[in-house]
T-cell receptor, first 112, second 110 residues
């Protein structure tokens, strides 16, 4: 299995508070991605990174920001959490863009 | 543009075969297939690339029809462990990002 972890695994927070989710990999892969998954739906891309300090927006990026200061870490920040951001968040890594992705265990976030 | 998967759900008995389809409205560079069990992360199964390069899973095969912009996943002699939701992810160019379908839920019964 690819060495990829996410923290925290579960979080409950209040509306309006900032939240940061962490993705850590030990594979030294260049590409990293953040997705959200809602019940009955597939994975929707929030942001992705193609190298240290190189990031770009995905299809559902509003209300989210990311940072990647080291190859192994990719942080997702909800600037001011809203109830619509209650979801399961998955981080993924890939050795090459447009190729297979390996997913972390996920973070279940509840915004009350 | 999100790919369309069909069927949405399928129920099988052990030993039966299943086919899951994934269609795109745009030209495809690659198609990825993943299986997700309830409460777990998606797990990579198979990748099909334009031009024919393929990496795969030992008991599952797939096809990629570039002209029809479609891919199909074939699960033969299904086992209980095949149960889960199958997602296809499509990429439209060699520098593009994956877009995932809404998934096909497969249930294998004894």
């Amino acid at each position: 299995d690819a060495g990829i972890t996410q923290s925290p695994r579960h979080k409950v927070t209040e509306t309006g508070t900032p939240v940061t989710l962490r993705c850590h990999q030990t594979e030294n892969h260049r590409y990293m991605y953040w997705y959200r998954q809602d019940p009955g739906h597939g994975l929707r891309l929030i942001h992705y990174s193609y190298g240290v300090k190189d990031t770009d927006k995905g299809e559902v990026s509003d209300g989210y920001s990311v940072s990647r200061s080291k190859t192994e870490d990719f942080l997702l920040t909800l600037e001011s959490a809203t109830s619509s951001q209650t979801s399961v968040y998955f981080c993924a890594i890939s050795p090459r863009d447009a190729y297979e992705q390996y997913f972390g265990p996920g973070t279940r976030l509840t915004v009350t | 543009q999100q790919p369309v998967q069909s069927p949405q759900a399928v129920i099988l008995r052990e030993g039966e075969d299943a086919v899951i389809n994934c269609s795109s409205s745009k030209a495809l560079y690659s198609v990825h297939w993943y299986r997700q069990k309830h409460g777990e992360a998606p797990v990579f199964l198979m990748i099909l690339l334009k031009g024919g390069e393929q990496k795969g899973h030992e008991k599952i095969s797939a096809s990629f029809n570039e002209k029809k912009q479609q891919s199909s996943l074939y699960l033969t002699a299904s086992q209980l462990s095949y149960s889960g939701t199958y997602f296809c992810g499509t990429v439209n160019t060699n520098a593009g990002k994956s877009t995932f379908g809404d998934g096909t839920t497969l249930t294998v019964k004894p």
